[in-house]
């Protein structure tokens, strides 16, 4: 009859199992010094982090900044000027922000504005999340509509 496989005549693959290196126990390998060499900032403890050397540091050469800012509130619109919109409609019609998305004028799900840059001759029909006064002024007086969204 075979060898039959059992519990207890199973071992660990060679290699796998790695003995924990035990640094600074007795005078052996990685002992006494235990692997940083003698003397020194380095052998005794870890440089602080920050410092540089007796340096300034970068951390107290930097100004304080104080206060409160409404910065990262600021609507950021991208931005479609009305020459871009008589290329990208020279017949005129509906224009929506999913059109110009579709055709690569602007990216979804950012705000859109429409500025008076430029001329436009045919009628549209527009609706962005903003305009600028001489955009609606432009486009109204070539007989198209304006909406905000």
């Known amino acids: 009859m075979s060898e039959l496989l059992k519990l207890h005549h199973l071992r660990p693959a060679p290699g796998s199992n790695k003995a924990k290196i035990r640094k600074g126990r007795g005078e052996a390998s990685k002992g006494k010094t235990a692997g940083r ?49 008589s290329k990208l409609y020279p017949e005129g019609g509906e224009v929506t922000i999913e059109d110009l998305v579709a055709k690569g004028a602007v990216r979804k799900n950012q705000p859109v504005k429409v500025l008076g840059t430029g001329e436009i001759s045919v009628p549209v029909r527009v609706s962005a999340n903003a305009f600028s006064s001489s955009a609606k002024e432009k486009i ?10």
Do not use: C, H, W
Not at 140 to 145: D, E, R, T, W
């Open 37 to 85: 060499g003698t003397k020194g900032t380095k052998a005794r403890s870890t440089v602080p982090a920050g410092f540089e050397g007796g340096q300034m540091p970068l951390i107290r050469r930097i100004p304080k900044l104080k206060g409160f800012s409404n910065a990262k509130f600021k609507t950021v619109y991208q931005v479609v000027n009305l020459d871009k919109l």
């Open 140 to 149: 109204l007086a070539a007989g198209g509509s304006v909406t905000e969204i």
